[in-house]
Structure formats: C-alpha cells, structure tokens
C-alpha cells in the first residue's frame, strides 16, 4: 500500500511541473514557428527595405527584432507595437511599394 501511495505522490505532485516545463517549451517553440513562418517572410518582403541593416527609415530597424523580443525589452515591445500599427493602419508600407495582402497583415498581427 505505501508503495501505491508513493507512486501516487509522485505522480501527481512531481509531474506537472514537468509536463508544464513541456507545454511552456511547446509553446515557445510553437511562436518561434509562427514567427519564422509568418511574421519574418512579411517583414523580410515589405520592411527590410527601408527598415533594415542598411537603412533605418525613422529610426526603426526591423532586422533586429525577432520573435523572442515580443516579451523583452520596454524598447523591442513598443517597435513591435509601432510595427502592428503602421501595419494595420496600412500607413506602412507606403503607396509607392508594394502592399501585403490583408490576410498576411491579420496573420501577422495575430
């Protein structure tokens, strides 16, 4: 019977941690792809242009963001924040380049 109390135990109590260590890992991983195959193509196409590593139109470089800075920074949220805005505003890109289409500007913001 102790033993069976002792699986028990150890079951429910040591291994959520490690099952939300798994999902948190999970989910981490899941963003990275969503970054990597949503948002990177889009900024990549319409942005890096004017807002990349040889040009920083308003003082904004694109290329240094990645997905991880959505949660870091005060300074990489407030860009990402300026980023959605002109983006679903469409101010950005300007008329004389070629727009996203709606659905990649929702998925992105999304």
Do not use: N
């Amino acid at each position: 019977m102790k033993r069976f109390t002792l699986l028990a135990f150890v079951l429910t109590v040591a291994a959520p941690p490690v099952v939300a260590q798994d999902r948190a890992s999970g989910q981490a991983e899941a963003e990275h792809d969503v970054y990597r195959d949503t948002v990177l193509p889009l900024l990549t196409q319409h942005c890096v242009k004017c807002h990349g590593p040889q040009k920083q139109e308003g003082t904004l470089a694109v290329h240094t963001l990645d997905g991880s800075s959505l949660k870091g920074k005060k300074s990489d949220v407030e860009k990402w924040q300026a980023v959605r805005d002109k983006l679903i505003l469409s101010e950005m890109p300007p008329d004389s380049q070629p727009r996203p289409d709606a659905v990649a500007v929702q998925r992105v913001v999304a």
